[in-house]
């Protein structure tokens, strides 16, 4: 292969077959840029060949943007920084929607909409009671995001605009009540119906929080603590969740049925389950003395395990999420009073990890999943919770790249290609003689 000057093509020539062919490079506004190998097939007959998609652009895309060396993340634009620092996660989400802030009365609308979209049909109570007392919040997150198809038949025409739009709305609005149900259903307490006058964070915490005997008052520190774990989650470009979302999106499947596929993808540890992976590893650990031990076990090419909260595919010098959250982190504990002794263990792990010359060797810096812990669990959420609280804030970014999917006309169904590595041409022996 070779790049032709600078004039934005890339040859390649198959020193097999002496086939050559000119690719067009494709430049965005920022980032870098793609070679378009979409006639490779056709002009040349070859596939190309990317495990894990570490250098693959699945899609154009003016939603979200990651410069990894350099610990950037914009939404729409807009650093996180200073989202985190001046906004509030209902005008993310709007932002994240619609590409650009709202004013005042744009924000009153959408807020109200939302607002007026937390509830669930009632018969959806009954998929619950089929759970069994212990189900993982994310499974019944994956089951029930899905039955939400079986509900609202009004917004899964996915040609029609307005429909489109119902169900984004849906969607973020019935994500926190059918999280919180989930949480209230393994504790065996009474599902808590969503308050119109409480913000969203304050909302959730209520339905998580609150029993119908008696007052519950939400502390306006800890609401404002969740909005900002949702506004630091609220999209990420194609990371797995979101690549499921939009590749189950491509087939023309419903949105409900995408959302509850990005849910599947992010359970994993190595996505949004990580953030339950690092409590229960400190747990483990317990104490500073035995971090040492852990980090020889990471480092450790016959041991499987990882230091969960460590390293990112995109960020190869710092995760900017994990720099906010480890300030709020430590300044909402403070603001509460409360002392988790985890939080020295971690500042351990970290300072030891960050010495270490096999993590700087490999660029492995704390990503956000490492301090979202302290504060889900100084907000009094079980660890189980804790990445259904991720899929939460993430809603937004799946209905916001779903709905550019769905717009984009160079958008076909995806449908990768492999290398075949099997038996051909076998035939078949009759069980008798096998
Ligand atoms: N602890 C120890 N070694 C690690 C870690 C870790 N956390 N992460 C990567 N490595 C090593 C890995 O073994 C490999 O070493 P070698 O070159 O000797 O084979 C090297 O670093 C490169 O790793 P990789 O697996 O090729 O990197 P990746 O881009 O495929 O994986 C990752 C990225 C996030 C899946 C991985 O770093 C990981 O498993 N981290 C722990 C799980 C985690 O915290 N996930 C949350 C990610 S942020 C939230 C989100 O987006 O969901």
Known sequence: MSTSGTNHTVTIKDSATGKETVLPVMHGTAGAPVIDIRSLY???????????????????????????????LQYRGYPIEQLAEHSNYMEVCYLLMNGELPNAAQYKTFEHT??????????????????????????????????????????TDIDDPHHRMVASHRLIAKMPTIAAMAHKYSIGQPFMYPKNNLGYAANFLHM??????????????????????????????????????????STGANPFACIAAGCAALWGPSHGGANEEVLKMLTEIGTKDRVPDMVKRAKDPDDPFRLFGFGHRVYKNFDPRAKVIQKAAHDMLEELGLHDPLMEVALELERVALEDEYFIKRRLYPNVDFYS???????????????????IGRTVGWISQWNELIEDPSQKINRP??????????????????
């Open 208 to 249: 998580c929080h609150a029993v119908p005997a008696e007052e519950y008052k939400v502390n306006p520190v800890v609401a404002k603590a969740l909005d900002l774990i949702f506004i630091l989650h609220a999209d990420h470009e194609q990371n797995a969740g979101t690549s499921t979302v939009r590749l189950a999106g």
């Open 114 to 155: 939302i607002t007026n979209h937390t509830m669930v049909h009632d018969q959806l109570v009954n998929f619950f009671r089929g759970f069994r007392r212990d189900a993982h919040p994310m499974a019944i997150l994956c089951g029930v995001v899905g039955a939400l198809s079986a509900f609202y038949h009004d917004s």
């Open 417 to 434: 290609r492999q290398l075949y590595n099997g038996v051909i041409d076998r035939n078949y022996v009759p069980m008798s003689q096998r």
């Open 42 to 72: 056709k002009d040349m007959g070859l596939f190309t060949y990317d495990p894990g998609y570490t250098a693959t652009g699945s899609c154009q895309s003016k939603v979200t943007y990651i410069d990894g060396d350099n610990g950037i």
């Open 373 to 391: 812990g302290f504060m889900l669990k100084a907000m009094g959420f079980p660890v189980p919770m804790f990445t259904a609280l991720f899929a």
